[in-house]
């Protein structure tokens, strides 16, 4: 058993990168209340990959599995216009799209001879 940790490990962390894909799993690793670069910061973390604060948006509110609060976070110290903040629907697990896949880019394809 003392060995195994970093398979355990490992496991664990690839079960967690396929759950975000299908369910709702990032309101445990979320605040729960949240802006979309923040969460943006969540899942690229979990995924260990880059991830488009829009397009995370996007698809979780289209899979309704987070939703507007109607407030916006304080203005940050460089200013700018405040975030709007988001929250999950659910704060138990769901399957919300069983056919899909959150997958790192692509790496570039190079053209060999």
Do not use: C, W
């Not at 509110?61 to 405040?82: C, D, F, K």
């Not at 399957?95 to 997958?103: H, N």
């Not at 880019?105 to 190079?110: I, L, N, Q, S």
């Amino acid at each position: 058993m003392a060995f195994d940790h970093a398979s355990i490990t490992a496991s664990g962390v690839s079960r967690l990168r396929a759950k975000l894909s299908y369910t709702n799993l990032g309101f445990a690793l979320a605040p729960a209340v949240f802006t979309a670069s923040e969460l943006q910061s969540v899942y690229q973390a979990a995924l260990g990959h880059d991830v488009s604060a829009t397009n995370l948006k996007r698809i979780l509110l289209r899979r309704h599995q987070i939703i507007e609060t109607g407030t916006v976070s304080a203005p940050g110290r460089s200013g700018g216009r405040p975030a709007a903040e988001y929250r999950f629907r659910a704060r138990e697990i769901e399957v919300t799209d069983q056919f899909a896949v959150l997958r790192p880019p692509e790496a570039p394809r190079t053209l060999t001879g």
